[in-house]
T-cell receptor, first 115, second 110 residues
Framework: AAGVIQSPRHLIKEKRETATLKCYPI?????VYWYQQGPGQDPQFLIS???????DKGSIPDRFSAQQFSDYHSELNMSSLELGDSALYFC??????????????FGPGTRLTVT | LAKTTQPISMDSYEGQEVNITCSHN???????ITWYQQFPSQGPRFIIQ???TKVTNEVASLFIPADRKSSTLSLPRVSLSDTAVYYC???????????FGRGTQLTVWP
């Protein structure tokens, strides 16, 4: 079965650079979520989109922005990178927002290292 | 948002049944209880979800008492590959986002 695809899988950037992470949800899934997981920490919700509109916003820094495109893929844009942004970034997708299930399908993650 | 408390770590041996209990004293009426599993450097994976009583699927069972202030994830006959972090999440699914608290590191020994 098709899964969530994230690219790139690994990314190394220097401080103050920008980065773009991409997420391709499971076909027919219309909701995308972004999570950040720092070393030894638990995943933290950043932002979500439903039908190409932002549906919820969590602890996403102002330096970050995201969008969902017409083909439902999503991109997380990160600017002025800081050392503390080094983390695993997960994208998850689900079918429908406001449903009665917490079942989200997570991608393999993008490991971002800021040096 | 209902705060959850679960053991930081648990150990078990292959073939044993493992029960991980999560307490959520201030669970709200619309909240569901959901468990996720995460292997190192991989995305979390949905295990099971329930509202009350007992739910069972092909990998686990979830027991929820009548007062819903706690829940127990039961993993039958664990194997080495069940070594992972297990997260208990409580919340209203209509809100979408998942709140991950401190999970339980389960280590299965041969």
């Amino acid at each position: 079965a098709a899964g969530v695809i994230q690219s790139p899988r690994h990314l190394i950037k220097e401080k103050r650079e920008t980065a773009t992470l991409k997420c391709y949800p499971i076909p027919r899934h219309d909701t995308v979520y972004w999570y950040q997981q720092g070393p030894g920490q638990d995943p933290q919700f950043l932002i979500s989109f439903y039908e190409k509109m932002q549906s919820d916003k969590g602890s996403i820094p102002d330096r970050f922005s995201a969008q969902q495109f017409s083909d439902y893929h999503s991109e997380l844009n990160m600017s002025s990178l800081e050392l503390g942004d080094s983390a695993l970034y997960f994208c998850a997708s689900s079918l429908g927002s406001g449903k009665d299930s917490y079942e989200q399908y997570f991608g393999p993650g993008t490991r971002l290292t800021v040096t | 948002l209902a705060k959850t408390t679960q053991p930081i770590s648990m150990d078990s041996y292959e073939g044993q049944e493992v029960n991980i209990t999560c307490s959520h004293n201030n669970i709200a009426t619309n909240d569901y209880i959901t468990w996720y599993q995460q292997f190192p450097s991989q995305g979390p994976r949905f295990i099971i979800q329930g509202y009350k009583t007992k739910v069972t699927n092909e990998v686990a069972s979830l027991f929820i008492p009548a007062d819903r202030k706690s829940s127990t994830l039961s993993l039958p006959r664990v194997s080495l590959s069940d070594t992972a972090v297990y997260y208990c999440l409580v919340g209203d699914p209509t809100l979408g986002r998942l709140y991950f608290g401190r999970g339980t590191q389960l280590t299965v020994w041969p």
